[in-house]
């Protein structure tokens, strides 16, 4: 069975999350679901919003993504992982959940390993090939800008 996943992050982050994942995997709308967490939201609203979702995901399994430690989101979190059947990795990026989302048939705890190691993989500085503008003339009669 697979591992539903739960996104919790400051609004609109987890819906923007979640929605790119639906984009690529739109057969996922059942076992990725997002909680965006609205500023000056009640920390009582919001655990009960989770605990809500966390019921409609299928199977006993959930690793829930959350974007900031130490932050709302993550504190309410915290409160509603077992360490058993649920765990909380917080930092989500996009590929950390893409990586999440292809292996979420694996126990949960392998799961947790690929979600940190696909989060972490891909944050790096990408060289610049052609700097902007190279080879143009600002003088170059041929060349027609059209910036608004």
């Excluded at 009582?44 to 399994?61: I, K, M, N, W, Y």
């Amino acid at each position: 069975m697979n591992i539903g996943i739960l996104l919790i992050a400051h609004a609109p982050l987890a819906s923007a999350l979640r929605d790119c994942v639906l984009h690529v995997y739109p057969e996922l709308a059942d076992e990725v679901l997002a909680l965006d967490v609205a500023p000056n939201e009640a920390v009582e609203t919001t655990r009960l919003a989770v605990v809500a979702l966390r019921s409609q995901l299928p199977g006993p399994d959930v690793l829930i993504l959350t974007d900031v430690c130490g932050a709302t989101p993550c504190n309410v979190a915290q409160k509603v992982v077992d360490g058993v059947h649920s765990r909380l990795v917080a930092g989500v990026n996009l590929p950390m959940l893409l990586r999440t989302v292809n292996y979420r048939h694996e126990p949960l705890d392998a799961l947790v390993t690929r979600a940190l190691a696909g989060g972490a993989q891909c944050i790096m500085q990408v060289p610049v090939a052609t700097p902007p503008n190279q080879g143009i003339q600002a003088h170059d009669s041929r060349h027609h800008d059209h910036h608004q």
